[in-house]
């Protein structure tokens, strides 16, 4: 019998609809035969429809963990309610007979492992790098920073309260141009700072300036950090991409293969999401999905990314939060500090483990343990002008209790760090009040976005998670 977990089968749905059809099919009795292979890699079912006639859905388990649905109904849908209804009656344990495997699947399976193969050795192959076109892309781009440092220039001179509606249309048309020159990074600060000018044009709320002058800082480190690495890249003749976040700063998008190449990887690697949530980029103009993993063996914090741009929303699934732990053969890392961005292959690659009490105790014990050194590590990492605002950790605390009508941790020193939520993002504080036990506010962990708060002048935190030896409380999903 196949191993198949609820959440698995869940998780391969395009939609909740599509769940909710497969369940009514399977209590209505739908299937009105059900057979497998004596090695119990491929199942098969008789699934009546709306059609003339019976649907023939089958499952392909030949690869255990992406399981691959087959169906002779109409539907676009991948899978279909009828192949997820099969899954569902295969977690069920219903009974089935004994069948052959089909010969089409057979010949499916062969050109999977041949198309597997040839991936395999394209991989093995050393990349074919035009060097005439890469040494023409990086002037191009100096060019294109260039004409950015002079906007930039003329714009602190002049004061953002000097834009006017007119001058906005100036910043839209150099935020267009910057596409011509390979820097949609550069792009992406211009329409961030086009929309907090907008936002502060509207309401003149005092905190769009200080978010457009923070856009401006870190638009300027990078124009300048990038117009020296790409001059020393020219002058050194080395055009080949490097282990650095400045390549995705300018727009760059790296491919798992380059990374893996640069040593970028980890074998044998079990991971556990701790926090996730989604939030819209206006700039970007795409959803974003977040999902915040740690490495069970050394407490690391990751961040795994999923993208769906506004005009391809159809088409792209949402993510959704994980709750079983994954065993990955090869994790891939991009460039980066704390935090860093993981990715793995997409199919046949992770194994669904469950995080045992001893994997959250050993969590805690590889948790920072007092706030102090919490402080110098975030401070250290954010006075990058290129990496994020906040520091996500796991930090080990005595208590979280009401102070003055606010939340405070204290660790096991004495010293204490103020909670609060960040702005922008989903709220957090409030739900600590409804915990369904004190007992989790004393003596845990905590998965926390750490940030220095402009309006207090100190480090402050963000709970997303309180984690204890049985298990992990989501206050974000």
């Given at each position: 019998m196949?191993?198949?977990?609820?959440?698995q089968?869940?998780s391969m749905?395009?939609?909740a609809?599509?769940?909710s059809?497969?369940?009514?099919?399977?209590?209505?009795?739908?299937f009105?035969?059900?057979?497998?292979s004596?090695?119990?890699?491929?199942?098969?079912?008789e699934?009546s429809?709306?059609?003339k006639?019976?649907y023939?859905?089958?499952?392909d388990?030949?690869n255990?963990?992406e399981?691959?649905?087959?169906?002779?109904c109409?539907?676009h849908q991948y899978p279909?309610?009828?192949g997820l209804?099969?899954?569902?009656?295969i977690?069920?344990e219903?009974?089935?007979?004994?069948?052959?495997?089909?010969?089409?699947i057979?010949?499916?399976r062969e050109?999977k492992?041949?198309r597997?193969?040839?991936?395999e050795?394209?991989?093995k192959e050393?990349?074919?790098?035009?060097?005439?076109?890469?040494?023409?892309?990086?002037?191009?781009?100096?060019?294109?920073?260039?004409?950015t440092?002079?906007?930039?220039?003329?714009?602190?001179q002049?004061?953002?309260?000097?834009?006017?509606g007119?001058s906005?249309?100036?910043?839209k048309?150099?935020?267009?141009?910057?596409?011509?020159?390979?820097?949609?990074g550069?792009?992406?600060?211009?329409k961030?700072?086009?929309?907090?000018?907008?936002e502060?044009?509207?309401?003149?709320d005092?905190?769009?300036?200080?978010?457009?002058i923070?856009?401006?800082?870190?638009?300027?480190?990078l124009?300048?950090?990038?117009?020296?690495?790409l001059?020393e890249?020219?002058?050194?003749?080395?055009i080949?991409?490097?282990?650095?976040?400045?390549?995705?700063?300018?727009?760059?998008v790296w491919?798992l293969?380059?990374?893996?190449?640069?040593?970028?990887?980890?074998?044998?690697?079990r991971?556990?999401q701790?926090?996730?949530?989604?939030y819209?980029?206006?700039a970007k103009e795409?959803y974003i999905?977040?999902?915040?993993?740690t490495?069970?063996d050394?407490?690391?914090?990751?961040?795994?990314?999923?993208?769906?741009?506004?005009?391809a929303?159809?088409?792209i699934k949402?993510e959704?939060?994980?709750?079983d732990?994954?065993?990955?053969?090869?994790?891939t890392?991009y460039?980066g500090?704390?935090?860093?961005?993981?990715?793995?292959?997409?199919?046949?690659?992770?194994?669904i483990?469950?995080?045992?009490?001893?994997?959250?105790?050993?969590l805690?014990e590889?948790?920072?343990?007092d706030?102090q050194?919490?402080?110098?590590?975030?401070k250290?990492?954010i006075?990058n002008?290129?990496?994020?605002n906040?520091?996500?950790?796991?930090?080990?605390?005595?208590r979280?209790?009401?102070a003055e009508?606010?939340y405070?941790l204290?660790?096991h020193?004495?010293?204490?760090?103020?909670l609060k939520?960040?702005e922008?993002e989903?709220?957090t504080?409030?739900k600590?009040s409804i915990?369904p036990d004190?007992?989790?506010l004393?003596?845990?962990?905590?998965?926390?976005?750490?940030?220095?708060?402009?309006?207090?002048?100190?480090?402050?935190?963000?709970?997303?998670?309180?984690?204890?030896?049985?298990?992990?409380?989501r206050?974000?999903y």
């Amino acid at each position: 019998m196949a191993q198949l977990s609820e959440q698995q089968i869940i998780s391969m749905a395009a939609n909740a609809s599509a769940i909710s059809n497969a369940r009514k099919i399977c209590s209505k009795g739908g299937f009105v035969s059900l057979s497998k292979s004596e090695d119990g890699t491929f199942y098969m079912g008789e699934c009546s429809g709306s059609g003339k006639t019976n649907y023939i859905t089958s499952v392909d388990f030949i690869n255990s963990e992406e399981p691959v649905c087959r169906c002779s109904c109409p539907s676009h849908q991948y899978p279909c309610k009828h192949g997820l209804a099969l899954l569902f009656e295969i977690y069920a344990e219903k009974p089935f007979t004994i069948c052959e495997i089909p010969e089409d699947i057979l010949q499916k399976r062969e050109k999977k492992v041949q198309r597997e193969q040839k991936k395999e050795e394209k991989k093995k192959e050393p990349p074919k790098v035009n060097k005439a076109a890469r040494t023409k892309k990086l002037k191009k781009q100096l060019e294109g920073l260039a004409m950015t440092e002079q906007v930039i220039t003329q714009l602190l001179q002049a004061g953002l309260g000097t834009i006017s509606g007119n001058s906005i249309k100036v910043y839209k048309d150099l935020a267009k141009q910057l596409g011509d020159y390979y820097l949609p990074g550069p792009q992406l600060y211009i329409k961030r700072l086009i929309l907090e000018i907008e936002e502060l044009q509207k309401d003149s709320d005092n905190r769009h300036y200080q978010k457009a002058i923070g856009i401006l800082i870190k638009l300027h480190a990078l124009v300048k950090k990038a117009t020296i690495y790409l001059n020393e890249k020219l002058q050194a003749d080395e055009i080949e991409d490097e282990d650095t976040v400045l390549y995705e700063e300018l727009g760059g998008v790296w491919q798992l293969d380059q990374l893996q190449r640069m040593g970028l990887k980890k074998e044998k690697v079990r991971i556990l999401q701790l926090s996730f949530q989604v939030y819209l980029d206006k700039a970007k103009e795409e959803y974003i999905d977040l999902g915040y993993w740690t490495d069970l063996d050394t407490g690391e914090i990751f961040t795994v990314y999923n993208y769906r741009p506004l005009k391809a929303l159809k088409y792209i699934k949402q993510e959704d939060s994980i709750f079983d732990a994954l065993y990955i053969p090869v994790l891939t890392y991009y460039p980066g500090g704390m935090n860093r961005r993981i990715r793995w292959e997409e199919k046949g690659t992770k194994i669904i483990i469950r995080a045992t009490p001893k994997d959250l105790k050993n969590l805690k014990e590889k948790a920072y343990q007092d706030i102090q050194t919490v402080a110098k590590v975030v401070k250290n990492e954010i006075k990058n002008t290129l990496v994020d605002n906040k520091v996500v950790l796991l930090l080990a605390f005595e208590r979280i209790g009401i102070a003055e009508e606010s939340y405070i941790l204290k660790d096991h020193t004495g010293s204490t760090i103020l909670l609060k939520d960040i702005e922008g993002e989903e709220k957090t504080i409030d739900k600590l009040s409804i915990l369904p036990d004190e007992k989790f506010l004393e003596g845990q962990m905590v998965l926390g976005a750490f940030f220095y708060d402009e309006e207090t002048k100190r480090i402050c935190m963000q709970p997303y998670s309180i984690i204890t030896e049985e298990r992990v409380v989501r206050l974000l999903y």
